[in-house]
Nanobody
Framework: VQLQASGGGLVQPGDSLRVSCVAS????????MGWFRQAPGLERQFVAA????????YYAHSVKGRFTISRDNAKNTVYLQMNSLKPEDTAVYYC????????????????WGQGTLVTVSS
């Protein structure tokens, strides 16, 4: 599975941004798709996940109610809509695919995109 993330940028606190991840090369219905983020000096952190087949979603406590993960089957694309952004959301955001049935840890994912930088600053 190949993953291509895009959509990062510089926004102000309180703004919204949507990042995208286009997937190709596999039977996507088998996968759980996840978004992680990594700030400088910190470990990669789980943000959200969605099961491709059923659309069930899961969120980290820090983003629940502000971020929404979704997928478009026709476009083989997973989105992360981020609202009410805070400076602490600043990080490189990575999309990933898991066929293990687990999704909370980075080690659960076999496939990773290249990351897209989101900077929240006034």
């Amino acid at each position: 599975v190949q993953l291509q993330a895009s959509g990062g940028g510089l926004v102000q606190p309180g703004d919204s941004l949507r990042v995208s991840c286009v997937a190709s090369g596999g039977t996507l219905s088998r996968y759980i798709m996840g978004w992680f983020r990594q700030a400088p000096g910190l470990e990669r952190q789980f943000v959200a996940a969605i099961t491709w087949s059923s659309g069930n979603t899961y969120y980290a406590h820090s983003v629940k109610g502000r971020f929404t993960i979704s997928r478009d089957n026709a476009k083989n694309t997973v989105y992360l809509q981020m609202n009410s952004l805070k400076p602490e959301d600043t990080a490189v955001y990575y999309c990933a695919a898991s066929s293990s049935g687990r999704f909370l840890a980075a080690s659960d994912y076999a496939y990773w995109g290249q990351g897209t930088l989101v900077t929240v600053s006034s």
